[in-house]
């Protein structure tokens, strides 16, 4: 029996219907598995939904986090080749607006360099020829390959894509327990919102990709899993007050990205530690900060129309006492281990721009558990349009 066909005798239950658990459903569906997705609500409700959008060319961790900085570098290419309709590739600048941003310039640019990342230094003049609007204190600018993405149409593209390849997917199904027998997975059960019943699905393999609530699935398996749900608040305002991604040259903090996304200007972020993922609201002295800070940027930002106001919370992988800013953003798969049934899985932290590249790691390391030679082709094959989700095209 070829692998391929070793595969479709697998089945796969993914927990999550953000971007990690749409690109990993798509992966497994390539490779041959038989997959069915639970989500708990409307697919991209919880984190994906919630966050700026922002394609992360790397350069912002280019000199705290060279491997997430690479990966997103390396990704930015990847997606702007398969999922064209969902990014906007309108690159970013990054300002150097102190004489401490000047000091850091060298550093940056290096780091950038090492990480493969283009960074092109600009003249003054040169930077508010791209954007007139930003600050008059700015001294030079970096241009880098940031942009932006659909973050609704982007894991859409993936779900359609996995659908046409006969994967399942289950909104509104929230999985309410890891089954098994004989110290292996044998399947979830799951309270179905819409027939308003708890119902049973069989699954060989149980990956969760549940994002900030990855602990608490965890927890329903037995496994511990630490995770640092890091939550942040972002402001928007209506209108474009720029194309291009802007970014203050420093280290990463609060409040120091614009990001263009469609017809409104978003600043991001704030960042703080929660212990409960459901119900984060944005403080409002956040709300008045972030305004504030934009302006450092891009004077006058305060002033535009309010559109909203709202906060995202952060998976990251590991326990921080610092609100998260000192752990990486880079991702991590968390294979069966002690305590764990065989067969669950976990994927934890990450970015974005970097979703497809954590759902091939996943399914490469199930392939290689199960002994199988199926390679990934999702970094090379093009994703369906998110139109035909709604459509329900199958081929």
């Known amino acids: 029996m070829r692998d391929r066909d070793r595969a479709a005798q697998v089945r796969v239950a993914v927990i999550g219907g953000g971007g990690t658990g749409a690109a990993l459903l798509y992966d497994l569906a390539d490779r041959g598995f038989a997959c069915t ?84 230094r600009v003249t003054r003049e040169e930077a508010l020829r791209y954007e007139p609007r930003i600050s008059p204190k700015t001294r030079f600018a970096y241009v880098v390959p940031d942009g932006t993405l659909d973050a609704y149409r982007l894991p859409l593209q993936f779900f359609a894509s996995a659908r046409a390849r006969g994967a399942s997917v289950r909104p509104f199904c929230e999985v309410t327990g890891i089954r098994s027998a004989g110290g292996s997975v044998t399947g979830v059960s799951f309270y179905d919102y819409e027939r308003r019943q708890e119902r049973h699905s069989p699954a060989d393999v149980v990956i969760n990709a549940a994002g900030p609530w990855a602990e608490k699935v965890a927890r329903v398996a037995g496994v511990v899993l630490p995770v640092t749900p890091a939550a942040g608040t972002m ?52 709300i008045e900060w972030l305004r504030e800070r934009a302006d450092d940027l891009v004077p006058g930002f305060s002033g535009e129309p309010f559109h909203a106001a709202w906060t995202a919370v952060r998976p990251l992988a590991g326990r921080s006492v610092e609100g998260g800013r000192s752990l990486s953003r880079g991702f991590t798969v968390v294979p069966p281990g002690t305590g764990a049934p065989a067969g669950f899985y976990s994927i934890v932290g990450g970015k974005a721009t970097v979703l497809r590249a954590m759902a091939e790691a996943v399914a490469d390391r199930l392939c290689g558990d199960l002994g199988l030679d199926v390679a990934g082709r999702t970094a090379t094959t093009a994703l369906r349009s998110h139109r035909d989700y709604f459509s329900r095209k199958t081929s």
Do not use: K
Request: glycine share 10%; net charge negative; aromatic share 6%.
């Open 37 to 120: 997705l639970f989500e708990r609500g409307e697919l991209t409700s919880g984190t994906t939904g919630r966050h700026h959008g922002q394609l992360h060319s790397g350069a912002r961790y280019a000199t705290g986090d060279v491997e997430i900085a690479r990966e997103c570098a390396q990704e930015v290419t990847v997606l702007r080749r398969i999922a064209p309709e969902s990014i906007e590739m309108n690159y970013g600048l990054f300002l150097a607006l102190t004489e401490a941003d000047e000091a850091y310039a060298a550093e940056f640019a290096a780091a950038c360099e090492a990480a493969g990342i283009p960074a092109r």
């Open 235 to 286: 402001v928007a305002v209506r209108g474009r007050v720029c194309n291009m991604v802007v970014s203050h040259l420093h280290p990463p903090g609060d409040g120091d990205i614009i990001v263009p996304q469609r017809g409104l200007s978003i600043i991001g972020s704030t960042q703080w530690e929660t212990e409960e993922p459901d119900g984060v609201r944005a403080p409002e002295r956040d």
